[in-house]
């Protein structure tokens, strides 16, 4: 997606930032904070890209709330009114 998005840039196309949908407000905070803490310290650094994609403002990120996720019906139990809703 970003090498398609930095393909149409070259060809002087104007793209719009993707937006990506987390569901996890935890994954969120640790992608925007750049600082190493004791949480942190098993992700490989290959993996920190995404905290220069998140300030070179290619993409952004935002949180799904639980009752507008389609992907909790299928991995989470829930109600039967909730599954109606999707």
Request: hydrophobic letters at 40%; glycine letters at 2%.
């Amino acid at each position: 997606m970003l090498w398609l998005q930095k393909f149409l840039q070259k060809l002087s196309l104007k793209q719009e930032r993707y937006v990506l949908h987390y569901d996890s407000q935890s994954a969120i905070h640790l992608c925007k904070n750049p600082t190493f803490h004791s949480r942190s310290k098993h992700i490989d650094i290959k993996f920190h890209w995404i905290r220069d994609v998140l300030e070179s403002k290619l993409v952004k990120l935002d949180k799904v709330h639980t009752d507008e996720n389609g992907a909790d019906m299928m991995t989470k139990p829930l109600a039967r009114e909730k599954l109606h809703v999707f």
